[in-house]
């Protein structure tokens, strides 16, 4: 079965960083890219970032670029988010998902990590 | 970045009876080498992550119910949901994968009349 386990979710201050992370299990991780989606609170869903199967390449919304990175570890089965310099709009429950690999789709979902960032 | 657009931003429909939602992307994302359009559909429960319905535009998820379907080409597109279920009651999104930089549309909230 397919599992994806988000973790690293806190309150920070802005200005602040964290680091999200992913467990993956159930599938062979090393073999599909992989993809952030964020939700703030009531709002709809936004594409975050995405990595390909080595790492090689990543690509990010505009609004994060500079400030997250997105990375994995195959080895560990694990993807990351690195996030820096924390704004108020950044607060949201950040999902990791599996890409389909037909070119963005997104066919596993975890249950997401709550960001909040406040002073 | 393409930008997609879903209307209406609500509805509300009786049980049994059919929902259809509609989303625009700004640019076109059928491709002309594949011929298939990148276009998905998500359904959001309350309180739950997403769940991908339909992909490719019109071809359906396994296990997802055929009153769930897909259609459109180009940058118009349609999910309609036929003899609406209580459990149907949840917020609909589009996606377009065209673009390395994917977007979703801004959701449309369903609910039982």
């Known amino acids: 079965e397919v599992q994806l386990v988000e973790s690293g979710g806190a309150l920070v201050q802005p200005g602040g960083s964290l680091r999200l992370s992913c467990a993956a299990s159930?599938?062979?991780?090393?073999?599909?890219?992989m993809t952030w989606v964020r939700q703030a609170p009531g709002r709809g869903l936004e594409w975050v970032a995405k990595?390909?199967?080595?790492?090689?390449?990543?690509y990010y919304v505009d609004s994060v670029e500079g400030r997250f990175t997105i990375s994995r570890d195959n080895a560990k089965n694990s993807l990351y988010l690195q996030m820096n310099s924390l704004r108020a709009e950044d607060t949201a429950v950040y999902y990791c998902a599996r890409d389909v690999d037909r070119g963005g789709d997104l066919d596993y979902w975890g249950q997401g990590t709550m960001v909040i960032v406040s002073s | 970045d393409i930008v997609m657009t879903q209307s209406p931003g609500s509805l509300a429909v009786p049980l049994g009876e059919r929902a259809t939602i509609n989303c625009r992307s700004s640019?076109?994302?059928?491709?002309?080498?594949?011929?298939?359009?990148?276009l998905a559909w998500y359904q959001q429960k309350p309180g739950q992550s997403p769940k991908l319905l339909i992909y490719w535009a019109s071809t359906r998820v396994s296990g997802v119910p055929d009153r769930f379907s897909g259609s459109g080409s180009g940058t118009n597109f349609t999910l309609t949901i036929n003899s609406l279920q209580a459990e149907d009651v949840a917020v609909y999104y589009c996606q377009q994968y065209f673009s390395t930089s994917i977007s979703f549309g801004q959701g449309t909230r369903l609910e039982i009349k």
């Open positions: 640019l076109s994302i059928l491709s002309t080498s594949t011929n298939k359009n990148f």
């Open positions: 159930g599938f062979t991780f090393s073999s599909y890219w």
């Open positions: 990595i390909n199967q080595d790492g090689s390449e990543k």
